[in-house]
């Protein structure tokens, strides 16, 4: 085993090569907020929107989904991210039903759900989230 170790190469220098954003950012919550915000606009694609930020779109994905677990705020003009709903009405020759049942039906890319009064909330969850995977 070498006791020492002796170089006799000349000196060599170090290269560091960084492109895009090289530095560690700290996003303010309002910030992440309107960034998430824009990435969920109508038409918006989410790589785009994270590239226009210099950040990668995993970055955002992450804000996304802390935002949909309500960790991160979003701005109050934002618009909602909510689905609206659309209601029926009878037919004037149809005799209108009173609403006593307490049922919703919940449609999803073809996907019809419905659920009863008292329906357990976790599995309604667990449920959505299966329709929300497969499409």
Known sequence: MADHIFDSSPP??????????????????EEKGR?????????????????????????LF??????????????????????????TIPAMGMAARPMTSGSITIE?????VRAELGVDLRWLANVLRAVKAST
């Not at 999803?108 to 019809?112: D, H, S, T, Y």
């Open 12 to 29: 060599r220098s170090r290269v560091e090569i960084q492109t895009g954003v090289g530095r560690r950012r700290r996003w303010s919550n």
């Open 35 to 59: 960034i998430v915000a824009e990435s969920y606009a109508a038409g918006a694609i989410v790589s785009e929107v994270a590239r226009r930020h210099e950040m990668s779109p995993q970055h």
């Open 62 to 87: 992450a804000w996304r989904k802390a935002a949909r677990a309500g960790r991160l705020p979003l701005p109050v003009d934002a618009d909602p991210m909510f689905v609206p709903i659309v209601t």
């Open 108 to 112: 999803v890319a073809g996907v019809v």
